[in-house]
């Protein structure tokens, strides 16, 4: 039996856990696809669930990465496993819940989607997880109207960016924050014309500026956050979808910072948010995984998008793993990272 290569960890707690591991490929089961993975996404949850601060982290040993793009390499028609919608050699980018740090994924079809004849799959595998999530944000929870004026924080991310372009696309108004000039001088370039330096006091910041909001996206959380939401307009929403603040700067979590940020983390009051009108959302992209139907329903409206490809800002091999989640973990990286996976070949023992 053919031995293949996965990135796996025995159990949350350290990134340096994270080792290569050589396993037997499985059979193909019952109504998947197998997927040759060509590259994989990476994202702050894989930092998160490698360090045990994720609440969706699997117990023991696990695999991380969320989304892929590859080729399908087998539909299972052969011996009657299912009538794909998918055929082999069909260039397609998908999602998992976690295992996705591998270069052979079994993927149901319902959490596949094409990948656009003039993307690389380094593009394809920056698209689904960001998208999805600034997706979701804007649309679904944010109910985002044309004309409205919307804050992106972190907007040079990875999720930062879909989020620019999406809302600029629905006819919004965003304004992004990034954390240093430099990050800023690429938005601009890249056609957005507002955009904050965050300074460190910037709830005087924002007041100075004299900024309003329809809506705010925020994956930072503490004082940032709190001084967005201030600037809400009544019928204003914020929608959050996670917390940068509390990402570990070694190895291991600090868990005496952790605790303290957490103590000190924003506390909204419903009675105030009913007379000032305002709201506050948060939600996990992963648990929506585990709800097929509206999963497939979102990625198929993914596919009516007419979004360019993502920005891919670094790109790792398959062994520098350990390198591509530590430049992540800095907070310096820009755009989508992606990892390739040259020449492996691994079964995803987590797929959705």
């Given at each position: 039996?053919?031995?293949v290569?996965?990135?796996?960890?025995?159990?949350?707690?350290?990134?340096a856990?994270?080792?290569?591991k050589?396993?037997?490929?499985?059979?193909?089961?019952?109504?998947?696809?197998?997927?040759?993975?060509?590259?994989?996404?990476?994202?702050?949850?894989?930092?998160?669930?490698?360090?045990?601060?994720?609440?969706a982290?699997p117990?023991?040993?696990?695999?991380?990465?969320?989304?892929?793009a590859?080729?399908?390499?087998?539909?299972?028609?052969?011996?009657?496993?299912?009538?794909?919608?998918?055929?082999v050699?069909?260039?397609v980018?998908?999602?998992t819940?976690?295992?996705g740090?591998?270069?052979?994924?079994?993927?149901?079809?319902?959490?596949l989607?094409?990948?656009?004849?003039?993307?690389s799959?380094?593009?394809?595998?920056?698209?689904?997880?960001?998208?999805?999530?600034?997706?979701?944000?804007?649309n679904t929870?944010?109910?985002?109207?044309?004309?409205?004026?919307?804050?992106?924080?972190?907007?040079?991310?990875?999720?930062?960016?879909?989020?620019m372009?999406?809302?600029?696309?629905?006819?919004?108004?965003?304004?992004?924050?990034?954390?240093?000039?430099?990050?800023?001088?690429?938005?601009?370039?890249?056609?957005?014309?507002?955009?904050?330096?965050?300074q460190?006091?910037f709830?005087r910041q924002?007041?100075?500026?004299?900024?309003?909001?329809d809506?705010?996206?925020?994956?930072?959380?503490?004082?940032?956050?709190?001084a967005?939401?201030?600037?809400?307009?009544?019928m204003g929403?914020?929608?959050?979808?996670?917390?940068?603040?509390?990402?570990?700067?070694?190895?291991?979590?600090?868990?005496?910072?952790?605790?303290?940020r957490?103590?000190?983390?924003?506390?909204?009051?419903?009675?105030?948010?009913?007379?000032s009108?305002?709201?506050?959302?948060?939600?996990?992209?992963?648990?929506?995984?585990?709800?097929?139907?509206?999963?497939?329903?979102?990625?198929s409206?993914?596919?009516?998008?007419?979004?360019?490809?993502?920005?891919?800002?670094?790109?790792?091999a398959?062994d520098?793993?350990?390198?591509?989640?530590?430049?992540?973990?800095?907070g310096?990286s820009?755009?989508?990272?992606s990892?390739?996976?040259?020449?492996?070949?691994?079964h995803?023992?987590?797929?959705?």
């Amino acid at each position: 039996m053919a031995k293949v290569t996965v990135w796996e960890t025995p159990k949350a707690g350290s990134l340096a856990n994270l080792v290569q591991k050589q396993r037997p490929l499985p059979p193909l089961s019952a109504g998947h696809v197998r997927v040759q993975i060509h590259a994989v996404g990476l994202n702050f949850a894989d930092i998160f669930a490698l360090t045990g601060l994720y609440s969706a982290t699997p117990e023991g040993a696990f695999t991380p990465g969320l989304e892929f793009a590859g080729t399908v390499i087998d539909t299972g028609t052969d011996s009657g496993n299912i009538d794909s919608a998918f055929q082999v050699g069909d260039r397609v980018m998908g999602v998992t819940r976690f295992g996705g740090y591998c270069s052979i994924i079994d993927s149901e079809p319902d959490y596949l989607i094409p990948l656009p004849d003039d993307w690389s799959f380094a593009e394809g595998a920056a698209f689904p997880a960001q998208t999805l999530t600034a997706w979701y944000a804007l649309n679904t929870l944010g109910a985002i109207q044309p004309g409205q004026r919307v804050l992106i924080h972190s907007a040079a991310g990875g999720v930062g960016l879909q989020a620019m372009k999406l809302a600029t696309l629905l006819g919004a108004n965003p304004v992004g924050t990034v954390g240093s000039p430099d990050k800023a001088a690429m938005l601009q370039d890249m056609g957005f014309e507002n955009v904050l330096v965050r300074q460190p006091d910037f709830a005087r910041q924002l007041t100075e500026t004299g900024h309003r909001f329809d809506l705010v996206l925020d994956a930072i959380g503490g004082t940032v956050q709190q001084a967005s939401f201030a600037t809400l307009n009544p019928m204003g929403r914020l929608v959050v979808f996670g917390a940068a603040e509390f990402t570990p700067t070694g190895n291991r979590p600090n868990y005496l910072k952790a605790a303290w940020r957490y103590l000190r983390r924003p506390r909204y009051d419903v009675m105030d948010m009913i007379s000032s009108n305002r709201s506050v959302m948060a939600f996990n992209l992963i648990w929506l995984w585990e709800q097929k139907a509206s999963m497939k329903a979102l990625l198929s409206e993914l596919q009516t998008i007419a979004l360019p490809p993502p920005h891919v800002g670094h790109r790792f091999a398959f062994d520098d793993a350990q390198a591509a989640l530590a430049l992540l973990q800095s907070g310096t990286s820009v755009g989508k990272r992606s990892e390739f996976l040259p020449s492996l070949n691994c079964h995803n023992g987590h797929t959705l």
